[in-house]
Structures are given as C-alpha cells and as structure tokens.
C-alpha cells in the first residue's frame, strides 16, 4: 500500500468519524440487523427500502449508511437461526444446521459467540483484501461466466446432499423435490409457465422464504407442539459463563475461518453470486474437507463459522468489483450501485479516481462498521439467550408470529402464509419420520439459481454441456463436486465388500 | 309533539344537506388542480433508470405545480405491476406514472390486460440511443469486423431476455446474413461481465448505462442505433447510414389515466415542459447520452409512443 492510499483511507477513517456521518452508519447498522433477524424481510429487500431515504441526504452518509447496513444484514440472522432455528436470512440457512444442535446442548451462548468471532473475522479479513488488494483481484470477477457459476452452485448443491443425514437416496429426493417446487412459475429464460394452473400468485412462483421459514421454523414448533412442549430441560444459560470462544480454541480452527473467509472473499467478488452462495459453499467446503467433517450437523462450532466467515466476507468481496469497475458483485451491491447513479456518480475507474474520497470513506464505513455490528452483537447476545429461559410454549408462539409475518411480508400476499404453514406441516412430517428436510429447502434456494446458469451456459455454448468439463475453473470445481458425489457410494461399496470378505 | 318537530327539523337539514352537496358538486369539478399531493408511480425499483428520471424531475414539478409528488417504487413485472396501480386509481390527475419502452415492449403479446388506450401520456422525457458494444481490447475493431466475423462464426451478444428491444436487433441483423446469438443475461452487472470478460462478442444496451466503462475505456460502441452520429463517438457509423434502419430507442415517458380532465393533463404537462428546458435537465440529459431533442409534448406523446409500438411490431419475429 503506498503512501497516498494511505493518506487517503485515513482521510476515510475521518470521514466516517464525523458525526452525523458515524449517526448514519449507527442507523445502517441497527437497520441491517433488524433486517436480517426479520425472516421475511430479506437484506437486499432492506436496502432497497432504505435507498429512496438516501436520495437527500449528500452522497457520503448515503453510502456509508447503505453499507453499514448491507454489512450487519448477513450476521443478525444467525441469532434466529441458531436460538429459534427460524433463518432470519437465506443465508443463515447453514448456520443453525450446527447452531440449533448446539443450542439444544445447551450452548447457546457459546454458539452466538462463535458467530460474532467469525462475522468479525471474515468481516475484517476482506475489507482489508479490498484496500490493499482492490485493483489486481477485481479481475478475477471477468474470468467467471456462466459455466463457473453453475459449478459453484452445483458444487453447493453437491456437497451438503452428502451430509444430509439418514441415507444418501432420502437426501437426494429431498433435494430433487426442492429444485421441483423451484421449478414453479415462469420460467426467465423463455418465459414458459410451470405448474401454474391458471393461479396467478404461482406464477411468480413459490418464494424460498415461505419454504424456508415453514420448513424450519413452523416445522420446530409442530415438533415441540407433539411433546407437549416439554423437550428436555435445557442446561441453564446463566451456568455459562464465557460467551466468545478462548483463543486457543479460535486458533485451533484458523483453517476452518482462512478457508471460510477466502471462498466468501472469492464468491462475492463473482457477479454471479452473493453471500447466501457463500454461506452454502463455505458449509460444504468445511463439510469436505474440515477436520471434523464427520460431526458435521451435530452442533460443533466449525458449522457455525465456516458460513458466518463466509458471509460477512463477501460483503467486502462484492464491493471490489463496484467500486473499482462499476460492476456489482451482488443483489445489495446493485442498490449502493444505484445510491451512487443516483448522485450523479458512475463507479469505476474514473470515480476510484475523481472521487476517491467517497470510496475510501465507503473503505472505511466497512472496518468501523464491523466494529459497532460487533459491539452491537456482542451486549445484545448476553441478553438474548436469556429468551431460551422462558417456557417453550411461550416462545415457541412468539415463533408462529415471526413465521407468519415473514410469509406475508415477502410479497404481502396471504397465499404466502398458508403456503407457508403447509411447508410447516411438511417439514413437520419430514422431521417426524427422519427424512432430511435439509436438502429441499438447498433445493429451492440454489435451484433457480442453478438452473438459471445453466440455460444461458447452454444457450452460450450451443447446448454442448462438456463446457463444464472443459473450462479450466469450471471443470475443477465441478470434479471436486463430482468427488463430493460418488464419495459416499464409494465407501458404502467398500464397506460392502469388507463385509463379505 | 316535541317528535314531530324535531324530525320536521331533520328532514329539513336532510334537505338542506343535500342540496349543499349538489351545488357543491360543480364546484369540486372546477376546483383547482392539483391542490393537494400528486402521487408519482415509479413501476421499477429504485436506482434504476425509471426511478432516476422520477427523482431528477419531482422536484422541479414540485416547485412548477406547488403540490409535494411523493415518489412511489412498485417494481415487478415488468412494470405492469406500478402501471396497474395507478390505472386502479381515481382518474383525478392525483396519481401519475413513469411508463417506458420496455413496459410498451409487453403490448406485442396479446395477453397483456391493459392496453395503450387506457393511458394518456403527459410528455415523452428521455430518449435513449442504443448501440451494440464491444469490449475495448476485443479483436472486432469496428462493425465492419463484427460483420466479416459474424459470417464465419456465430456471434455471442449479450442482451436482458428473449423477445426484448435487444433481441429485437439481433434477430434483424440474422435476417441480414450474419449469425449472432443472443444470450439472456437479465442481471445488468452479469451482461456487463460478459462483454468485459470476454464471454461474449457483443452486447447491446442503451448508451447512457454504460457510461462508467465508456468514460474508463473499458468498452465502446461499433454501431450506435439513431438518425445521426454523436459528437461524442464521431467515428462510430450509425446503424441508418449502414442502411439498417431499426431503431427501437429506450424512452421513459410520464403518464396519466385515460378520461383525466384535459385542463389537468395540461397542467401536468406544461410542469414537465418547464422543467425539460432546464439547463439542468439538458445538462443530464447530455450525461446520460441521451437525444438532446428528448422531450415530446403531451399533444404528440400518444402518436410517439404508438409509433414506437409500430417499429418493434415491424421488427419481431412473425409467428
């Protein structure tokens, strides 16, 4: 870093500091947070609203207060997630597969502290790659197309099936039935209606959000509705008394948060895709390859930081291409990219020069806003597991009321909710007779994503899908992908003939 | 007794209520416009091009009409979604809306359930040129490579969707001979990409969107779709001295609900007119590339926007 950006990010840091712009970012960050706990109210939905009450204000505090929103938007979730197992975000989605068991060991606190380790870490480890490394890795956001982002999310798709829980066969029907219902609707590509039969709200199709909120979280009350709400005591809040992970204990993860921090750094960076692929992606990396991979799913901290670092890494990953080529590498980067055309400016190139004062005060929105999410984060928690104190019952209804206004926020559509209650009932009976629920509601998230991809891949490509295979990035992550796949009934075929013998 | 009387008096103020009202009546018709505030539809969400014309312009129609135009964002399909709000309103010149080409583009298919008709335009405000684009270090120099390419190998040309203005010209230029090949990318930043990273050859899109990688020598235009050439890329042909006359221009027009009072129409209209002459209105007019003679009249609005309805009809593909 020469001495000028340095000037420069100082001079950034001082910006920020002013204080009706250090009010703006204490708003974005509240905002985002609210946000992200609000099952139906999505973060790019959140900065979509907040946008328009950006247009008076002067550019700066407009963007410092967008982006102190995005970055908080992709850690609260994780509190709902793991306390009430209701994702707050798509993004979330992983995080409670360990969170939630871990909380029902009584550690909840413990796992919350992990997700504020991790949020810090990942949060810090890209804002610092976006200062100092900015210009050389924006690059890496042209070599991607469409081939590359379909093997990303295949490889999302593919790994968390082998993790699934029960049997390899129940995992894949689960996920097949989830890229089905994702099927519904018109179809982007050509424009074709799937399984709408005339209803016009299935025309544009059935929301993950309904999936996901009914699935997991109504599905968990229906659960503790049949036990009479009287699940085993859990081990009293107040006995725990540390809330973040001891160093020694970080450290012996360091792995697990590098490697989590360089795919979110790397899948923000990719216009294709966003936080939420990041999450799935870091999970099923660590699922594959961590030390535990193995107690994966069962509550250990490694299912918890592996997607959070992720996550909240990404956010400084999507805002290299922005800032230095004007293009945005996610769903809440287009808004801020949409704050700044608003305000006359067009990043790029030309802005990283002309106007480098606002982007380096958005550099530094970025650090101090990690900071006050994470101070935020770390007084709100000691009181928040308080929650897990009060009667099931009680708190399991303050669930059904956060489930139906997440439905019926998400497209203020009545159909939503009782669409919601029958994934409810679904995830219910999923739960009920162990079949992993897990893999439908990947299905929903990333299959139209996936298929999405994959039609312009073949529109591309003259419908030759060996491109896949052929394309240098593309070919290797759809092998590991593959790997992931066959893995499993490789062992099982081993394990038959050891049988035998 | 006292009965009686009191209903004798209630009947009477009945009477005398309603003929208050009928009187009134004519008075609410001829009351003047706009006296309270005017709601501004914008059918796309926000920050992009719709939404940025509704913010550049409610503040000088504030200031000309003297009411306050609270913008309104109701983005989905295709902005069908923000048109039918304000056409399910009262026809009282209280609710306006943004309406561009790419909403007019859906009235080819014949399942839309609004037609033209159902609107009264109040003035045309931006007009777009296209262009097809390359990326700055690509092998095609110019239209007359793109064309000598595009005989030998199919073309990848990046557009938002099948069907769209941007297909539309892909589509002419196959009937011409060469082979192009479109490919959906809806997401603006994944089109973008594909020109730049070399995924695809072309890409068209409106001149003003692309102004960061113009400016940044990322990429430029090799054909630009409009009458005559701009000062500003003098050596870019136009698609019309080519011979090719396709021209299918994003425009963003302000509308109102057909049957409003035309003295009302009128009202809104000149507000607009006023702040088209802007100095300031054609300063970011010339910022976003767009034709400095943009701005059509309400009375020349409606046969405009047919017009415009005409030339996509002409150039889509005959089921």
Redesign the interface.
Known sequence: MDHNSLTLLAHGFAQVMMPVNLLFLVVGIVLGLLVAVLPGLTLVMGV?LA??FT?SMAVTPAIILLTAMYVSGTYAGAWTSILFRVPGEPIDVPLLWDGYPMARKGEAAKALGWTLLAAFFGGMVAATTMVLLAQPVAKI??????PEYFAIIFFGLASVVSLGGGTLANALISLFAGILLATVGVD????AHRFTFGVPILADGIDYLVVMVGAYGLGEVFMRMEQGFQSPQLARTGDIRTRLPRLTEALAMKATFIRGALAGIVIGIV??AGATVASFLSYGIEAQYGKRRHKMGTGIPEGIVAPQVAATASVGGALIPLVT?????SGAT??I???F??H?L??????FQTSSHIIYALFASVFVGIIVMCAIGYFATKYMVKVLDLPEVIVSAYVVMCCLLGAFAARNNLTDVWMMVIFGIIGYLFERFRFPITPMVLGVILGPLAEANF??TM??F?NDWTVLFTRPVASAIMAIAIITLIYPLFRYLRHQGKGRR | MTTALTQRTLLAACITTIGAFAAAAPAIAQEKYPSRPIEFVVPW????GA??LA?KIAPGLEKALGVSLP?I?VAGATGQTGLTKMLSAASDGYSISVFIADTLALQMEASTKWKLTDMTPAAIMIQQPSAFFVAENSPLKSWKDVEAEAKKR?L?VGVT???SADDLHVIYFNGKGLKL??????????R???V?????DLMYEQLGDV???L??K?MRPVLIFADKRFPAFKDVPTGKELGHGIIINQFRAVVMKAGTDAARVKAVSDALAKVAGTDDYKTWLN?QFADANSFVPAAKAAAFMKGELDAMRKYAPKK
């Open positions: 979509v946008l328009p247009y956001a042209l070599t991607f197309s469409s982007d590509t050509y424009g216009p294709g080529m004007g293009i945005p590498g287009a808004i990219l949409g704050a055309l608003l006359g067009q990043p790029g190139p030309q802005v039609m312009t529109i591309s003259e | 969400g926000p920050g992009g939404d940025q913010r913008v964002n199919p990848k969707g099948f069907g090949q479109s490919v959906p990318f809806p997401k603006p930043a994944e973008y990409t594909s730049l990273g070399g995924h695809a102004k960061s990688f400016d940044g990322q910022d």
